[in-house]
């Protein structure tokens, strides 16, 4: 029994032999107004994440965060989110990586016209990373290929646009 403990103590720690914690997040700020109708929205976001490097090209992670919504004359709306993820980095030349981030996604609150409601997703996000040191990184990911349902609502789609443009930063230890 003690050789088995010794093994698997043996083979955990030669998987994670490179592995790295890392912490950051992303803040998000939004205003939309709609000059046809006189609707404007302000959304601020702020999302907290934690992951774990495997090895060069995969991480796990998950987002935890909260969104809140202002909508023009009416009440404001917050919705709590978690989103667990792993990214694939598929391509790297000196300090910039190309990922592809593959995960889940649950929302529950008031958003987007439901009230205490909850929001299932799935879906892939392209992205880009800087390493501006060994300990500092820069993420960009943007648009995505995914599905979501609310109530009785479901959407499926592929958008890649700067409309859905996101900005992050982590620190590895």
């Not at 404007?40 to 991480?59: Q, R």
Request: proline share 2%; with cysteine.
């Amino acid at each position: 029994m003690k050789k088995l403990i010794l093994s698997a103590v043996v083979a955990l720690a030669a998987m994670t032999a490179n592995a790295q914690i890392w912490v950051g997040g992303e803040v998000g700020f939004n205003y939309h107004n709609n000059d046809d109708t006189d609707v404007s929205v302000t959304t601020f976001t702020v999302a907290p994440e934690i992951g774990y490097t495997l090895n060069d090209n995969w991480d796990l992670a998950i987002k935890i965060g909260d969104e809140y919504s202002k909508v023009k004359d009416m009440d404001a709306r917050n919705a709590f989110f978690v989103n667990p993820y792993a990214r694939y980095t598929f391509y790297k030349t000196g300090k910039v990586g190309f990922f592809l981030d593959g995960g889940f996604s649950i929302k529950t609150g008031d958003f987007d016209g439901y009230e205490d409601e909850t929001q299932f997703g799935i879906g892939i996000r392209p992205g880009v990373k800087f390493a501006a040191s060994d300990k500092v990184t820069f993420v960009a990911s943007f648009g995505g290929l995914g599905y979501t349902k609310v109530a009785d609502d479901s959407d499926f789609g592929f958008n890649v646009n700067g409309n859905m443009l996101q900005f992050g930063c982590y620190y590895s230890f």
